[in-house]
């Protein structure tokens, strides 16, 4: 059952061609015997599974049953989990236990899903490789030699690996949709304010936003309808009602209008990636829908932007970590200063501590208006490109990443790293939704095509990303060592 979809393994527990018990125990095998290479997981928490997994089948026996009743799945290691460590992929929270859930985390287990455990994840969720974790990198599941994107890399490689059928992530410049596109599978970063961040510890919070990861846009459309909706927890949750998401999944695209913005079909496109993207593009027209070129006239300036913006928030957000209240303190401090500097130099990893001392300097008097405020205002630029191009076109479609998957330590310093996020960035400063799903390979490795819609556009998205899942099988496709003879 590993190589199995959400809604395939949704159907055959419902069938009761397998429990949820043998189902969780069989993963949880599967976690035991192949994660010590992939190192996707933080915290296997199986004695939990086990016992949600029997009062999945519980439920189901009594006629309770939903479509995610007894369905295991993995939370990225930034959900509050109660009673289970919760680190932010970080010494800093090494030894945090999370006193209660998450509001995605209550969500899931109200619809009797079984959580395997936590995902690997970039510190603090700052990466685009999984490689800053302090738990260790990640390796792609497709090339053990590679990276599977960040900063969910941990949840992607584990539904590439055949662990889980599905997982949580979450999204601040793309680190649900590239790590999705390293690893063959798909992921949906919702509209801000669609899925609530209560529980899930802050990055940026203007632009951090949870959403669910799996191997097909229908999966998706099932765990959006659980965790979506409004939160009073969370002052930044959109009051909005929630569609069922799967309803609209086999409209047909006769008639939908595609924009192909010309700011990233430009230099810098692996050109593999490009012939996949191209052939993608050439699915849609056979469904039925109509292509054309639009602008984004703002995009260049949306790393600088993000790159102001984000580690603002994030110098804000940690500094509640100080070594007094929880987290990582250091030992036998001489006095509160010492406490608080050496307590935050050994817990913070480098990536951390460099995007903290920008987004102080960036807050600091004499520079607030030459750079936070001024990125501020790109911000809605930015977002005003999209919305003038939903005027032309219903969405948006383009490479998710530059290239594929690169190679472990390939990316030597900083900016080469950021620059991994061109394609994805501008979404999260817009707040609108954006889907990768698989669409070819560039060599071994896999390919993303990002599909964007305007604000609260999910059940679209769903849609059209469907679609090109019944016209195609990429998202189907398999790594070698998802066998079981390997």
Partial sequence: MHDKTLTEISQALAAGTISSRELTQDLLGRIDRHDKTINSFITVTADQALSAAD???????????????????????????????????????????????????????????????????????????????????????????????GSSGGSAAAIAAGFVPAALGT?????????????????????????????????????????????????????????????????????????????????????????????????????????????????????????????????????????????????????????????????????????????????????VKRRILIGTHTLSEGFFDAYYKKAQQVRRLIRQDFLDAFEEVDVLMGPAAPTPAFDLGAQKDPVSMYLQDIYTIAVNLAGIPGISVPAGFSGQRPVGLQILGTHFAETRLLNVAHQFQQATDWHTKRPAMTEENR
């Fill in 55 to 149: 009062a999945a089948d519980q439920a189901r026996a009594n006629g309770q049953a939903g479509p995610l009743t007894g369905v295991p799945l993995a939370l990225k290691d930034i959900f509050c989990t109660k009673d289970v460590r919760t680190s932010c992929g970080s010494r800093m929270l090494d030894n945090f236990v999370a006193p209660y859930d998450a509001s995605v985390v209550e969500k899931l287990k109200a619809a009797g899903s079984v959580s395997l455990g936590k995902t690997n994840m970039d510190e603090f969720a700052m990466g685009s490789s999984n490689e800053s974790s302090f738990y260790g990198a990640v390796k792609n599941p497709w090339d053990l030699n590679a990276v599977p994107g």
């Fill in 171 to 351: 999204d601040t410049g793309g680190s649900i949709r590239q790590p999705a596109a390293f690893c063959g599978i798909t992921g949906l970063k919702p509209t801000y304010g669609r899925v609530s961040r209560y529980g899930m510890i802050a990055y940026a919070s203007s632009l951090d936003q949870g959403g669910p990861m799996a191997r097909s846009a229908e999966d998706c459309a099932h765990l959006l309808n659980a965790i979506a909706g409004h939160d009073v927890r969370d002052s930044t949750s959109v009051a909005r009602g929630v569609p069922d998401y799967t309803e609209e999944l086999t409209a047909p695209l006769s008639g939908l209008k595609i924009g192909l913005p010309r700011e990233y079909f430009g230099d810098g496109l692996d050109s593999g990636v490009r012939q996949a993207i191209d052939e993608a593009i050439k699915v849609y027209e056979s469904l039925g829908a109509s292509v054309r070129e639009v602008s984004l006239p703002h995009t260049q300036y949306a790393i600088p932007a993000y790159y102001v913006i984000a580690p603002a928030e994030a110098s804000s957000n940690l500094s509640r970590y100080d070594g007094v209240r929880f987290g990582h303190r250091c030992d036998n401090p001489l006095d509160l200063i010492d406490l608080y500097k050496r307590s935050r130099a050994e817990g913070f990893g480098e990536e």
